[in-house]
Structure formats: structure tokens, C-alpha cells
């Protein structure tokens, strides 16, 4: 099966279909013909005549997920030291300076004895070192959809440095330690056995015939 992508700019604007466009406003009591009865629906064009097919460079600029066993992790390499003047420049004001203080999302802490108490006390902070399952979440999410400001303008290796002070601030990770497409998945976060694969909407097998053959 072949897909085609196609990318469509509408800001604001409400579409309907090109016909409907020629006719005018509808009169009171318009639609129904001489006789009384009603005219049939216009239906739609087959295409509308906006957006083109999305080129294999645009469709690779989307395609950037990364998987919790690491898939989708490209070439690089990070350490804390290095990430530490790239969140002060690129993070810091909406995070605080050490990622405590917001005013956006805390992204560093960790709760006694690395406890999950978010079902019964929602007030308990969701930071990277006490909410997150998974590392590798850390690096998709910063790629994707950080700064807020210029989402996706972080090269690979600062993606890793920015990767590798968050994991090293909430402990997860010697200060010392590099960060790279093997070494990130291998990282045990504090809630990953806390969180189970949702399979709500799956289908069951069905039960066994357990009548005894005569």
C-alpha cells in the first residue's frame, strides 16, 4: 500500500467544496425545484486543488521517533559538562536554573526512596528522575518539541549534552558518563516498573474448547 503525504497551509480559513463556491447565497425556500421537489446534494470534487506531495527530505524531517529500546537514536554523543551551558542559554528560563525552580515543568528531583505516589497524591512532582519510564523519551521529546520558542532547531550532539545534564541532575547517571544511541536505552529509570503496556482495545484469544472428545 502506498501512502502519500500532503502538506496543506490553512490558517483561519474555512474549507467547502469549489462548487459551492460559483452559486449564490441560498434564497428562502431555495432548493426545491419547479415541481416542488428537492434538487439532489452537490457532491465534492474528487481533489480540492491545495497542498502538493510532501518530498522524501520534508517527510525525513518528521520521521525523527525514537523508540523506547533505543530505535530511531541517531549518531552522537553527549557528557553533563557540555549540556550545562546549552540548558543555561536554551532551557534555563522556562525551567529554572537547575531545572527546580519553573516556572514551566520541573525536570529534576527525586522522591524518597524513589516512591510513586501519583495515583493517590497528584500534587507529587512529575520530573524526569521520578515520573519518566523510559531515557530514551527524554532524547524524542527535547529533539521534537524543545526550545518552545524554535522546536527542532537543537543539533543531535546538543540534544545529547542536554540528555546527558538532565539524567546526571536527577542521579540517574554519573556526572562523568557520555550518552550516545547505546549506552541511553540502558539507562533503569526510577518508574519504568511502575508503568505496564495499555492493552485496552485488543482483541483476546478466544477460549479454549475444553469439551472431552467421546
Known amino acids: 500500500m502506498r501512502i502519500t503525504f500532503r502538506l496543506i497551509a490553512v490558517a483561519g480559513v474555512t474549507l467547502m467544496p469549489l462548487a459551492a463556491l460559483a452559486q449564490p447565497p441560498a434564497a428562502a425556500g431555495a432548493g426545491?425545484?419547479?415541481?416542488?421537489?428537492?434538487?439532489?446534494?452537490?457532491t465534492a470534487?474528487?481533489?480540492?486543488?491545495?497542498?502538493r506531495?510532501?518530498?522524501?527530505?520534508?517527510?525525513a524531517a518528521l520521521d525523527i521517533d525514537v523508540g523506547p529500546d533505543g530505535a530511531g537514536l541517531p549518531a552522537g554523543r553527549g557528557t553533563a559538562v557540555d549540556g550545562a551551558p546549552i540548558y543555561a542559554a536554551r532551557c534555563a528560563s522556562c525551567h529554572g536554573k537547575t531545572g527546580k525552580e519553573g516556572p514551566n515543568d520541573v525536570l529534576v528531583g527525586r522522591l524518597t526512596g524513589d516512591a510513586f505516589?501519583?495515583?493517590?497524591?497528584?500534587?507529587?512532582?512529575?520530573?524526569?528522575?521520578?515520573?519518566?519510564?523510559?531515557?530514551?523519551?527524554?532524547?524524542?521529546?527535547?529533539?521534537?518539541?524543545m526550545p518552545p520558542d524554535k522546536p527542532g532547531s537543537l543539533r543531535d550532539d546538543e540534544v545529547y549534552n542536554l540528555v546527558a545534564f538532565l539524567l546526571a541532575a536527577n542521579e540517574l547517571i554519573p556526572q562523568d558518563a557520555v550518552?550516545?544511541?547505546?549506552?541511553?536505552?540502558?539507562?533503569?529509570?526510577?518508574?519504568?516498573?511502575?508503568?505496564?503496556?495499555?492493552?485496552?482495545?485488543?482483541?483476546k484469544p478466544p477460549p479454549r474448547n475444553r469439551t472431552k472428545s467421546p
Open 45 to 51: 470534487p474528487a481533489t480540492f486543488g491545495i497542498g
Open 179 to 203: 550518552v550516545d544511541a547505546a549506552s541511553l536505552p540502558k539507562v533503569k529509570m526510577p518508574a519504568h516498573d511502575h508503568f505496564v503496556p495499555d492493552t485496552r482495545g485488543t482483541r
Open 53 to 59: 506531495p510532501a518530498t522524501p527530505a520534508e517527510i
Open 32 to 42: 426545491a425545484g419547479r415541481s416542488g421537489t428537492k434538487a439532489p446534494p452537490a
Open 117 to 145: 505516589p501519583f495515583a493517590k497524591d497528584p500534587r507529587a512532582p512529575k520530573t524526569i528522575g521520578s515520573y519518566w519510564p523510559y531515557a530514551t523519551t527524554v532524547f524524542d521529546y527535547i529533539r521534537r518539541a
